[in-house]
């Protein structure tokens, strides 16, 4: 007889759902010829410096633990990186901890600052991890819906209209994944007023600081009046084509870091050394290496909003990350219907827009973090797919018709 676990089960980990994002992932990757606009993760290989150092790093036999907080020469490495680039300072004995990727910093964040029934306001689209880590660390995500209408930006109204007497918090990203939405210093400034005012804190994710496209990024840290009230949140993922890697790291005052670094100890102790000694020859010798990077994307970027555009799917300009986010509400069918029928019958793997988020429904997720030439086949199968539908655009204003 088989045994009842129900019983034995976190109730709070049962009710969790399963990564949107990984079920078509894990579907696409046992099909062959798949183009897969789907995960979140560059193309490039890590650069080979980052590589070479780390394998030096083992050959010098660097393979015990590290501080719990990391390696105090890449935390120095870190807050020279954050004050180089983003003008933000922190002190790296006591305000740094080195994580195992962004997300496990994002773990310890919630589970450091949140009692049970705290609110999180969430900006949605949003990842798919942040309400989940916020229900597991006790509290309750509180979703703030944005639309293309006003580029997916959350305005100050939307915030101050979702705050109540248990709001404890608000997470911001900024590029934005999945739309790739980027606040500008303004709006940040704007934002501010009413986080000050309510006396929030903020957890802000700048995992995709390094791919902002259109103007400066500005740290959240940055803002007058939010240094000490900030949680930044970044890594090495993204930028540095460190995926596989698992390495992040967050900045805060040292009073949340000491509560943090708590948690740290007990649950991971440190993260591996070798590969922060990789990190360290990242922030030391990378920035050609990322600017290329970057310029790669932004090309990727232009073309995929323009040929969107083109065959009637209505997108806006990401400002950062490598996400577009365009609409497929034109075409009747449903962010999960589109996903699932153009994976099987074009072998185009996104992601619906609903696994990020209610306002998600009517859009898909398509990474451009893929060679061009893989971007044009992947455009074209789109195409056919929604012409196989009988669905075509009749005008340059694009009115659509649906042929039943």
């Known amino acids: 007889m088989k045994k009842d676990y129900a019983h034995y089960l976190s109730e709070t980990a049962s009710q969790l759902q399963p990564s949107g994002i990984r079920k078509f992932f894990d579907l696409a990757a046992g099909m062959k010829g798949v183009i897969s606009l789907g995960v ?9 410096n980052i590589r070479e150092a780390t394998l030096l790093s083992i050959e010098q036999g660097f393979t ?11 935390r120095q490495e870190i807050t020279s990186y954050l004050g180089k ?19 496990q910093a994002m773990d310890i ?20 991890s942040y309400a989940p880590l916020v229900s597991i660390a006790g509290g309750k995500p509180i979703a703030i819906s ?15 209209k979702a705050i109540t007497e248990k709001t404890k918090a608000i997470l911001l990203c900024s590029p934005n994944n999945p739309t790739g939405t980027t606040l500008n210093k303004q709006e940040l400034i704007e934002i501010a007023r009413i986080i000050e005012e309510h006396d929030l804190l ?14 400066t990024f500005t740290s959240f840290a940055t803002i007058e009046g939010m240094y000490d009230r900030t949680i930044l949140i970044n890594g090495f993922s993204k930028g540095f084509a460190m995926t596989g890697w698992r390495l ?10 000491q509560v943090m670094l708590k948690i740290h100890q007990y649950t991971i102790m440190c993260a591996p050394h070798m590969l922060q000694h990789g990190a360290i020859e990242a922030l030391r010798n990378t920035y050609d290496e990322v600017e290329h990077m970057q310029k790669s994307y932004l090309r990727r970027r232009n073309y995929m909003v323009q040929k969107l555009n083109q065959i009637g799917l209505d997108c806006h300009t990401p400002g950062g990350a490598f996400y577009v986010f365009p609409s497929i509400k ?13 994976l099987l019958q074009e072998k185009v793997a996104v992601v619906p827009g609903n696994v990020f988020g209610e306002s998600g429904e009517g859009y898909i997720r398509c990474s451009y973090a893929t060679s061009m030439e893989q971007l044009q086949e992947a455009l074209k199968r789109i195409q056919r797919f929604i012409e196989a539908k009988g669905i075509y655009v009749e005008d340059t204003n694009k009115r659509w018709r649906r042929i039943l």
């Not at 015990?64 to 890449?74: Q, R």
């Not at 903020?202 to 103007?215: C, N, Q, R």
């Not at 075409?331 to 219907?337: F, M, N």
Request: avoid cysteine.
């Open 109 to 128: 964040a919630f589970r450091a600052i949140l009692n049970q029934g705290d609110e999180v306001l969430i900006v949605e689209p949003s990842f798919v």
């Open 330 to 342: 034109a075409t009747g069918l449903s962010s999960e219907q589109f996903a699932e029928e153009l």
């Open 248 to 257: 992040g790291f967050l900045a805060a005052p040292a009073e949340l870091v």
């Open 64 to 74: 015990s633990y590290t501080a719990n907080p990391g390696l105090l020469e890449l």
């Open 85 to 103: 680039r983003f003008a933000v300072d922190y002190d790296p004995t006591n305000q740094i901890i080195v994580t195992i990727g962004a997300s």
């Open 40 to 48: 979140g993760e560059p193309d490039f290989i890590t650069p080979w």
């Open 146 to 160: 944005t639309s293309p209408e006003n580029g997916f930006k959350v305005t100050p109204e939307q915030i101050k």
């Open 202 to 215: 903020v957890i802000s994710d700048e995992i995709y600081a390094e791919l902002s496209y259109d103007e």
